[in-house]
């Protein structure tokens, strides 16, 4: 009987150090889901005493503020981190597996975007929350204008202003006298005069991030390409990087005292909450649809393209690296069974396998970026924001990018989302109801990443396993360089 009763004791202490372990790992989570929760309590308790708006203001304040500490350090995470990666990630060192990998990562992200966009002008999320009361700006702005901005941003002038500036189009109503012969010249007529709009070039304040963005990647892909030389340049921007997201993963423990009041003020100052939890509703059904489109459609469409063989065995085969990153919502942590299901189990070579996954892990998240694409435009509808067309594709461009370079601290689609706002002079407040569900869109959108990197991973194989497709000396040391990256920025 002794050596039962010591073992249910081993049993229970098993257990109980795995729950400790779990619990500390998941501890932000889990303060967040609470934090939701009360926000909600919060919220609806004080809306019950219908408060004044500087009540409503005072108590969003603590979100407030946490939402500007996170938007405070996007412009040096983006600098360090584009710099960093593209340094150390630059395609044309490895040949032909690095380019056709980098162009998949690429022209997925921007799938993903394509298909947010989409699905967001099918199901409409957000429409009955929109502003009835928002009237159409006199100066309207045009396509071809902010399309010219989008080229203009992309390569700035001064790339110290492009931090805190952006180029915009300026519009000026002026009032012009008619030239001419009039019946009755004593009596004024309204029909004298003429209002016209001159347009010109200008600036407008906020970050531009699309600029910042392709600039510290011309300088890391040149800076890749001195090695030796160029290493303290390097390890410079390398430490300035961890040191900017060691800053926001301190910020982050503040996210459940910012989600308790981003909460809280945003139901306590809505008029009408049925109409908001249903947007909500249709927002999650809309990312959801995306990421089904995404995982069962796209990814086995590409597969079969480019590979020709029939891909539900083949994506069946990395079920264990899937449910990883569902239960994680981290792809880097499922990055060992993802290298196991390619190199063990669909004989992919091993150079192009673990060269290819770490990469996929470190840029390739097209979840994310559909996430992120239909987020901002849910947010920039039920703030009122005038989504143009081409306000859509300077949001899809930004996501495809940033996407490629987004900081490794949890929940980083959110805080990309914060950039990709700001970029745009969009209230980030809203945000705050996407916190409600962000840990169930967090997992779905991992698990297609991690479907993703799979089908990347077999593209590659197809199109580069040849002995002269790849160096193998330069595929093991920068393999060595990705890993120690991904695994340290990830943990």
């Given at each position: 009987m002794n050596w039962k009763k010591e073992k249910t004791i081993k049993m229970e202490k098993s257990f109980c150090s795995k729950f400790h372990r779990v619990m500390r790992d998941q501890i932000l989570f889990v303060l967040t889901i609470l934090a939701v929760?009360?926000?909600?309590?919060?919220?609806?308790?004080?809306?019950?005493?219908?408060?004044?708006s500087d009540v409503v203001d005072w108590l969003g304040m603590p979100g407030d503020l946490f939402l500007r500490l996170l938007k405070m350090m996007i412009v040096p995470l983006v600098v360090t981190s584009v710099i960093h990666s593209t340094a150390s990630l630059d395609p044309k060192s490895n040949g032909r597996v690095g380019m056709i990998s980098f162009t998949y990562i690429i022209l997925t992200n921007m799938m993903g975007c394509a298909v947010g966009i989409s699905l967001f002008y099918i199901i409409k999320p957000g429409q009955m929350l929109k502003d009835k009361n928002d009237e159409p700006s006199l100066k309207k702005i045009q396509s071809q204008d902010i399309f010219a901005d989008l080229l203009r941003n992309a390569i700035?002038?001064?790339?110290?202003?492009?931090?805190?500036?952006?180029?915009?189009?300026?519009?000026?109503?002026?009032?012009?006298?008619?030239?001419?012969?009039?019946?009755?010249a004593s009596v004024p007529d309204v029909n004298q005069w003429t209002r016209t709009i001159v347009k010109s070039v200008g600036k407008s304040d906020g970050p531009?991030?699309?600029?910042?963005?392709?600039?510290?990647?011309?300088?890391?892909?040149?800076?890749?390409?001195?090695?030796?030389?160029?290493?303290?340049?390097?390890?410079?921007?390398?430490?300035?990087?961890?040191?900017?997201?060691?800053?926001?993963?301190?910020?982050?423990?503040?996210?459940?005292?910012?989600?308790?009041?981003?909460?809280?003020?945003?139901?306590?100052?809505?008029?009408?909450?049925?109409?908001?939890?249903?947007?909500?509703g249709y927002f999650v059904l809309t990312v959801?649809?995306?990421?089904?489109?995404?995982?069962?459609?796209?990814?086995?469409?590409?597969?079969?393209?480019?590979i020709r063989k029939n891909p539900c065995n083949y994506i069946l085969s990395f079920k264990k690296a899937w449910l990883v990153g569902f239960a994680s919502g981290s792809s880097a942590l499922a990055m060992p069974d993802l290298l196991h299901a390619c190199e063990i189990v669909n004989k992919i070579d091993r150079r192009i396998a673990r060269f290819v996954i770490p990469l996929c892990c470190t840029m390739n998240a097209d979840g994310s970026a559909l996430f992120i694409t239909t987020a901002a435009m849910f947010i920039a509808n039920i703030t009122g924001y005038a989504l143009t067309f081409g306000n859509v594709i300077i949001i899809g461009v930004l996501t495809a990018l940033s996407t490629s370079a987004m900081p490794a601290v949890p929940s980083a689609s959110i805080v990309t989302l914060v950039m990709v706002l700001t970029a745009i002079n969009v209230p980030v407040h809203a945000v705050s109801l996407l916190f409600a569900v962000e840990w169930f869109m967090d997992r779905i959108r991992t698990g297609c990443n991690v479907e993703s990197h799979s089908v990347c991973a077999a593209i590659s194989n197809k199109y580069c396993s040849r002995p002269s497709a790849m160096t193998e000396g330069n595929v093991e040391d920068d393999t060595d360089e990705v890993l120690t990256l991904v695994v340290s920025s990830k943990a």
């Amino acid at each position: 009987m002794n050596w039962k009763k010591e073992k249910t004791i081993k049993m229970e202490k098993s257990f109980c150090s795995k729950f400790h372990r779990v619990m500390r790992d998941q501890i932000l989570f889990v303060l967040t889901i609470l934090a939701v929760v009360i926000g909600f309590v919060v919220g609806f308790g004080i809306r019950e005493i219908e408060p004044s708006s500087d009540v409503v203001d005072w108590l969003g304040m603590p979100g407030d503020l946490f939402l500007r500490l996170l938007k405070m350090m996007i412009v040096p995470l983006v600098v360090t981190s584009v710099i960093h990666s593209t340094a150390s990630l630059d395609p044309k060192s490895n040949g032909r597996v690095g380019m056709i990998s980098f162009t998949y990562i690429i022209l997925t992200n921007m799938m993903g975007c394509a298909v947010g966009i989409s699905l967001f002008y099918i199901i409409k999320p957000g429409q009955m929350l929109k502003d009835k009361n928002d009237e159409p700006s006199l100066k309207k702005i045009q396509s071809q204008d902010i399309f010219a901005d989008l080229l203009r941003n992309a390569i700035p002038d001064n790339i110290v202003e492009a931090a805190f500036r952006k180029t915009q189009t300026k519009y000026e109503t002026e009032i012009v006298r008619n030239v001419g012969n009039f019946t009755n010249a004593s009596v004024p007529d309204v029909n004298q005069w003429t209002r016209t709009i001159v347009k010109s070039v200008g600036k407008s304040d906020g970050p531009n991030i699309l600029g910042l963005i392709l600039a510290c990647m011309f300088i890391g892909i040149a800076a890749g390409k001195f090695r030796e030389k160029g290493r303290v340049f390097l390890d410079f921007f390398a430490v300035s990087a961890e040191i900017v997201l060691q800053v926001f993963r301190w910020f982050l423990w503040l996210a459940p005292v910012g989600v308790v009041s981003l909460t809280a003020a945003s139901i306590a100052g809505t008029r009408d909450a049925s109409n908001t939890f249903l947007s909500l509703g249709y927002f999650v059904l809309t990312v959801a649809l995306g990421i089904f489109v995404n995982q069962f459609i796209c990814h086995p469409l590409l597969y079969f393209i480019f590979i020709r063989k029939n891909p539900c065995n083949y994506i069946l085969s990395f079920k264990k690296a899937w449910l990883v990153g569902f239960a994680s919502g981290s792809s880097a942590l499922a990055m060992p069974d993802l290298l196991h299901a390619c190199e063990i189990v669909n004989k992919i070579d091993r150079r192009i396998a673990r060269f290819v996954i770490p990469l996929c892990c470190t840029m390739n998240a097209d979840g994310s970026a559909l996430f992120i694409t239909t987020a901002a435009m849910f947010i920039a509808n039920i703030t009122g924001y005038a989504l143009t067309f081409g306000n859509v594709i300077i949001i899809g461009v930004l996501t495809a990018l940033s996407t490629s370079a987004m900081p490794a601290v949890p929940s980083a689609s959110i805080v990309t989302l914060v950039m990709v706002l700001t970029a745009i002079n969009v209230p980030v407040h809203a945000v705050s109801l996407l916190f409600a569900v962000e840990w169930f869109m967090d997992r779905i959108r991992t698990g297609c990443n991690v479907e993703s990197h799979s089908v990347c991973a077999a593209i590659s194989n197809k199109y580069c396993s040849r002995p002269s497709a790849m160096t193998e000396g330069n595929v093991e040391d920068d393999t060595d360089e990705v890993l120690t990256l991904v695994v340290s920025s990830k943990a």
